[in-house]
């Protein structure tokens, strides 16, 4: 694995939690998924049991398997591995932070609890501190995310001052559109070296302009291809042909998205293109319908993101 010290930067893929048809996790693919991203999509870098992966709805038990597995698989493989370890009782927060720095992971990442919520600044650090301080060692990472989470505390209210009470604090997951919010993180912060990592993919660009070192986000297992010749677009200062990736890119999450787009039409649209059973997602959450696969499956054709012939034999039972 990578230094821990290492800055996280560059695309890392919102990781999805393979599952069997009968909703228990499925381990045995996990090392061809990371085969996948690294040679197929050029993405080495992970973001493990968070929203894309069903981390919510697993076990604490499953958490830790999940994470194990990706850990053993991503060895020498992978740069950096960052496990999501946020959960609404912080005992079991604490449990799964430990558990990360003893596999060995690269990061651990936390959620705002979203139940009994945290309702200001201060209240909000002193639960992410009590579980970054179970992980001393690990570089911490807040995951902003205020649409499922209910939370609106702003990230950079957030972010003022926070390394004085976290002190291993090296970065944000930005899980919303709000690019003011997100470009005064960036501008209040430019001293301090954090990882601005957008998880909006499909407005990376303009997050980029503003200042965004990485993103997370969930097409990265299937679009790493396409979005990281959007970043050497940029990184060229190229930025017609960056625009015009980013616009190939929303093509296809717009149509998506007008037909309901969400974990479960993810996990269809990665077992779709890689041919690595994806399963379906856990309850409450139902599988994809036939018809989106379908309309999906032409979409990617018709934008030239993948031919008919690189479209692989997955379980896409409906």
Request: proline residues 4%; aromatic residues 8%; charged residues 20%.
């Amino acid at each position: 694995m990578a230094s821990p010290k290492k800055k996280l930067q560059g695309l890392v893929a919102a990781t999805i939690t393979p599952m069997t048809e009968h909703g228990e996790i499925n381990l045995s693919v996990i090392g061809r998924y990371v085969d996948y991203l690294v040679e197929e999509q050029g993405v080495k870098n992970i973001f493990v049991n968070g929203t894309t992966g069903e981390g919510l709805s697993l076990s604490i038990s499953e958490r830790r398997q999940v994470a194990e597995e990706w850990m053993t698989k991503g060895r020498n493989k992978l740069d950096q591995i960052v496990i999501h370890v946020g959960a609404l009782s912080l005992k079991e927060s604490q449990e799964l932070a430990r558990h990360a720095a003893e596999i060995g992971a690269d990061g651990i990442a936390v959620i705002a609890p979203f139940f009994l919520k945290p309702w200001n600044k201060d209240v909000l650090i002193n639960f992410l501190k009590e579980v970054a301080a179970a992980a001393p060692a690990l570089p911490f990472y807040y995951y902003h995310i205020p649409a499922l989470t209910g939370v609106k505390i702003r990230a950079e209210e957030l972010l003022d001052g926070i390394q004085e009470k976290i002190p291993t604090f090296q970065g944000l997951k930005f899980s919303d559109t709000d690019l003011l919010d997100f470009g005064q993180c960036v501008d209040q912060n430019r001293e301090q070296q954090f990882a601005f990592l957008f998880g909006v993919d499909e407005q990376l660009l303009s997050a980029l302009v503003m200042g965004a070192t990485g993103a997370v986000g969930s097409t990265y297992n299937y679009l790493g291809k396409k979005t990281n010749q959007m970043l050497e677009a940029f990184e060229q200062k190229d930025f017609s042909s960056a625009l015009n990736h980013q616009f190939c890119i929303q093509r296809f999450i717009n149509f998506v998205l007008k037909l309901g787009f969400g974990v479960s039409q993810t996990k269809a649209i990665m077992t779709l293109v890689s041919g690595i059973p994806m399963g379906p997602p856990r309850p409450p959450l139902q599988r994809a319908s036939r018809e989106f696969i379908d309309e999906a499956k032409a979409r990617l054709e018709s934008l030239d993101f993948l031919s008919s012939t690189d479209l692989k034999d997955g379980n896409l039972e409906s």
